[in-house]
Nanobody
Framework: QEQLVESGGGLAQAGGSLKLSCVDS????????MGWFRQAPGKEREFVAA????????YYADSVKGRFTISRDKAKNTVYLQMNSLKPGDTAVYYC?????????????????WGQGIQVTVSS
């Protein structure tokens, strides 16, 4: 059973940076694709970024491409989301997720395990 715990959220100014971390306490982290999603108030959960189990493939939503970077450290069972050039529109609860069956995925239903979410607020 995977247990995902996010950290690193908080308040940032527009143009600033934050780095989210997600630690997986399970034993099969290395075999799973990982993803980040976000949900703003009154909106549906949306895909942000994904990384393959090997770390060799990454994929981003158009809205964050060039500003966010997803990475993983298998030795630490951790996936990261480096967020630069933040905008007020990035304000949301951010979730990390693990996918046990796909090389990588952009749809939420592909992911088996989810963290509890962490708030990111970007002020203008």
């Amino acid at each position: 059973q995977e247990q995902l715990v996010e950290s690193g959220g908080g308040l940032a100014q527009a143009g600033g940076s934050l780095k989210l971390s997600c630690v997986d306490s399970g034993r099969t982290f290395s075999n799973y694709a990982m993803g980040w999603f976000r949900q703003a108030p009154g909106k549906e959960r949306e895909f942000v970024a994904a990384i393959s189990w090997s770390g060799g493939i990454t994929y981003y939503a158009d809205s964050v491409k060039g500003r966010f970077t997803i990475s993983r450290d298998k030795a630490k069972n951790t996936v990261y989301l480096q967020m630069n050039s933040l905008k007020p529109g990035d304000t949301a609860v951010y979730y990390c997720a693990a996918d046990s069956s796909s090389p990588w995925a952009v749809v939420a239903r592909s992911y088996d395990y989810w963290g509890q979410g962490i708030q990111v607020t970007v002020s203008s």
